[in-house]
């Protein structure tokens, strides 16, 4: 078996979040698995560069000179060459084995494109309620390390290099929030497996520097156009008025309705409906 580092590199995001980004450093430097560590900047305008540098001069930094969202991850794939990269962000990290046990999965899973690891959340260690949703999948999962799905959780995620390229990594347009479900319908549309591995562990502390009313809106605004982007039309006019719906509970239904439509025409430009299997999946995950 070739040595971790040979197959798996890890990108780990962050903005104007240093020292949370210094305590992942240190949970990710100590592990036994010694993967390529590689810290995509956001733009950040805090002292993360400056403490990456002085305390794990390893740590490949790359640093950009605009906040990206989500899409500073492909700038972060472009500089491994691994086969297989993990993603982890400023407030998340693996735990030991789990990455080492991801190589040998997509290793041994040539049509899986991504494994999303089980999310234990602070202290307390309790699992993410997504990981919950997952492991009781519907879909067909036969002949896979764990439950098939049709979505995955960027912060904790494992993923075969050449498929997410293939697929175009995350699109800049969605910024953040969400982010995954493009490239998700992106990924099965190609015929890549998508599986929830409970046997990989990621541990979450969530950040305090959050402003949670925008993070929804974006959540809301995002399904929007990735519905009219990747569905057929009555399934998109249903996420429409589900996510219009969420909206109004929270308060955010004029504000989210404004950003969808400014960039309707764009989602629309950039319409290819998935498959008809594909389109199942998704009516099943849905029910």
Not at 253 to 265: Q, V, Y
Request: with cysteine.
């Amino acid at each position: 078996m070739r040595p971790l580092s040979d197959r798996m590199s890890v990108v780990i995001l962050t903005h104007n979040r240093a020292y949370e980004l210094l305590r992942t450093l240190e949970h990710m430097h100590a592990l036994p698995e010694q993967p390529v560590l590689v810290v995509v900047d956001n733009a950040s305008i805090d002292n993360t560069v400056a403490l990456v540098a002085k305390n794990y001069p390893d740590v490949r930094l790359v640093r950009l000179h605009a906040n990206m969202g989500a899409a500073a991850r492909n700038v972060g794939v472009q500089h491994v060459d691994t086969p297989y990269v993990a993603f982890c962000d400023d407030d998340t990290w693996w735990e030991p084995g789990s990455l080492a046990r991801a190589a040998d999965l997509l290793d041994a899973y040539p049509k899986v494109a991504v494994l999303s690891a089980r999310i234990l959340i602070g202290n307390a260690q309790r699992e993410d309620a997504t990981c919950k949703r997952m492991a009781r999948s519907p879909l067909q999962s036969s002949q896979l390390p764990g439950r098939a799905v049709l979505g995955f959780l960027a912060g904790a995620s494992a993923f075969r290099r050449d498929a997410f390229l293939e697929a175009g990594g995350y699109e800049p347009n969605l910024f953040i929030g969400g982010e995954e479900s493009l490239l998700a319908l992106d990924l099965a549309a190609r015929g890549w497996s998508l599986v929830y591995a409970p046997q990989l562990t990621v541990h979450h502390y969530p950040s305090s520097q959050r402003d949670p009313q925008s993070r929804r809106k974006l959540l809301a605004r995002n399904a929007i156009w990735v519905a009219w982007m990747r569905l057929p039309w009555r399934a998109a006019l249903r996420q429409t008025l589900k996510s219009l719906g969420v909206a109004h509970r929270r308060n955010l239904l004029l504000a989210t309705a404004i950003d969808a439509l400014r960039g309707l025409p764009w989602a629309l430009k950039n319409r290819h409906v998935i498959p008809l299997d594909v389109a199942l999946m998704y009516r099943q995950i849905q029910h």
